[in-house]
């Protein structure tokens, strides 16, 4: 079965260091990945994407992604993390055969400390 | 451009009463999708339409729930009868991939409470 997981709850990062948010995913094909962050009471966001071409992608708000498909991994990266980026994150992937769905993980919390 | 809308924002509805949420996509997208989030159970994706027409209804929950969309600039999700554990935040989202751009856009959601 296609599938993405998001191995931690919650990231905690001091301010001005750099963050890392993890994802892996398991499907067949090449994947089209995406990373989206929610903020309280809000819809998702669109944060980037990984269709094809370069395996680093950059989105808005400084955040960067890099593919690695030995790995299986499309971890959500920034240099310098503000308090401002405190949110839930979710990975997400394209199935590659059947009806094509959007799979999201379960999301990962980010806390960035002052 | 206006963003997907969702209305209402908010609904407080009583065990048994109907319920409809409605979502406006944005323009020229082809592909609509509604979700509901628990705290319990995450992000889960309910049915989705391409051009319309219904692809994926398999995270339906019950017969209680239905969607349909009549054209390209409106869809419906009813909860008839409704239940307490219907309770969530449900959301639709619209992409455009018939360009090849693939990335939802997401409303900002409709909690729903049913007492």
């Known amino acids: 079965a296609q599938s993405v997981a998001q191995p931690e709850d919650q990231v905690n990062v001091a301010e001005g260091n750099p963050l890392t948010v993890k994802c892996t995913y398991s499907?067949?094909?090449?994947?089209?990945l995406f990373w989206y962050v929610q903020y309280p009471n809000r819809g998702l966001q669109f944060l980037l994407k990984y269709i094809t071409g370069d395996n680093l992608v950059k989105g808005s708000y400084g955040f960067e992604a890099e593919f690695n498909k030995s790995q299986t991994s499309f971890h959500l990266k920034k240099p310098s993390a503000l308090v401002s980026d405190s949110a839930l994150y979710f990975c997400a992937v394209r199935e590659t055969s059947g009806t094509y769905k959007y799979i999201f993980g379960t999301g990962t919390r980010l806390k960035v400390l002052a | 451009d206006a963003g997907v809308i969702q209305s209402p924002r908010h609904e407080v509805t009583e065990m048994g009463q109907e319920v409809t949420l409605r979502c406006k996509p944005i323009?020229?997208?082809?592909?609509l999708f509604w979700y509901r989030q628990t705290m319990m159970r995450g992000l889960e994706l309910l049915i989705y339409?391409?051009?319309?027409?219904?692809?994926?209804d398999s995270g339906m929950p019950e017969d209680r729930f239905s969607a349909k969309m009549p054209n390209a600039s409106f869809s419906t999700l009813k909860i008839q009868p409704s239940e307490p554990r219907d309770s969530a935040v449900y959301f639709c989202?619209?992409?455009?991939?018939?360009?090849?751009?693939?990335?939802?856009?997401f409303g900002p959601g409709t909690r729903l409470t049913v007492t």
């Open positions: 989202a619209s992409s455009s991939q018939g360009r090849g751009t693939y990335e939802q856009y």
């Open positions: 339409f391409n051009n319309n027409v219904p692809i994926d």
């Open positions: 323009s020229g997208h082809d592909y």
């Open positions: 499907v067949s094909g090449n994947p089209y």
